[in-house]
């Protein structure tokens, strides 16, 4: 019934969208190099660990600073139109990024050239400690999208069939020339925001207790369960399979070296000017004078 994503089109991924990248192909040594910054990282270790980013699978670096990937997304979605592209971009974000000004000049953006661009809010309840009703006066996130001429669906963020019927219409919607989409997906963080962040100090107990209950991973599991394609010990094979496939790419990406020195002037310049020719030379002169950066 739906069309699933096409290799074109973009992602630009919040904090927490990192597995987009091993849906899409990228392999998992690959993604491990980005974790370790090692030589065969494609980034050559410039990023923070958790920025995992590639041009082969058209996922784009997000940034910490919140929302700044949104008018990155329009912008891209209106070049790949210009460019006469079936390309459409999906754009993912928190509830706290709803109230910076880059998603509202996204939104702008995106409603005025009618952007084949979709986003999708993360409403987990939170911005860190900050909860949603706090964020906003409006009744939901999704009806934001009335006042800039997208299209708005509400979802819930913990049925994974939902989710997934839900930004295929909206990708189907754009791809046809229908236009941008808001959705928000109403979820729930149940784990801290950071290892700097202990959620008992601003909700309860007995709030989180009842998110857990509509656990998305259960609750798709008991459907494949229902539907005669799953069952706990095929859960089990499964994850027994990954795991042995992650201790083998760990073992295999811990042996990698480092990034060369001298990739710190790569991909800045077409042609490299003279003082970073000059400037390359001396660090390969110094760092070859040195044991400690002889093998890098």
């Not at 019934?1 to 290799?7: A, D, E, F």
Request: hydrophobic share 40%; aromatic share 8%.
């Amino acid at each position: 019934m739906y069309k699933r994503q096409g290799p074109d089109d973009w992602i630009f991924p919040a904090l927490r969208e990192g597995a987009v990248l091993l849906v899409r192909g990228l392999p998992l040594v690959t993604y491990l190099a980005q974790l370790f910054g090692s030589a065969r990282d494609p980034l050559k270790g410039r990023q923070m660990p958790n920025h995992v980013a590639s041009r082969s699978v058209n996922v784009v670096s997000w940034s910490s600073c919140i929302g700044t990937q949104l008018p990155h997304a329009v912008g891209a979605a209106l070049a790949a139109a210009k460019l006469g592209s079936n390309a459409v971009v999906l754009a993912f974000l928190g509830d706290g990024a709803t109230s910076h000004p880059d998603f509202h000049a996204a939104l702008n953006f995106a409603g005025v050239f009618r952007a084949p661009v979709v986003f999708v809010c993360q409403n987990n309840q939170y911005a860190i400690s900050l909860p949603s009703t706090r964020q906003t006066a409006s009744s939901t996130f999704a009806e934001k999208a009335r006042a800039y001429g997208l299209t708005e669906a509400r979802i819930d963020g913990n049925d994974a069939i939902a989710v997934y019927a839900g930004i295929a219409d909206a990708l189907d919607r754009a791809r046809g020339g229908g236009g941008a989409t808001l959705i928000e997906c109403v979820t729930y963080r149940l784990g801290a925001h950071s290892s700097s962040d202990d959620p008992s100090l601003y909700r309860s107990a007995a709030e989180e207790a009842s998110w857990r209950e509509r656990d998305p991973i259960r609750r798709l599991g008991r459907h494949l369960e229902r539907e005669g394609v799953g069952s706990a010990a095929r859960d089990r094979e499964i994850d027994a399979a990954l795991d042995a496939e992650l201790e083998r790419a760990l073992a295999e990406v811990e042996q990698d070296p480092r990034p060369a020195l001298e990739t710190l002037f790569d991909d800045v310049y077409a042609r490299v000017p003279w003082h970073l020719v000059e400037q390359r030379a001396e660090l390969r002169r110094v760092a070859g004078s040195r044991p400690e950066h002889r093998s890098v």
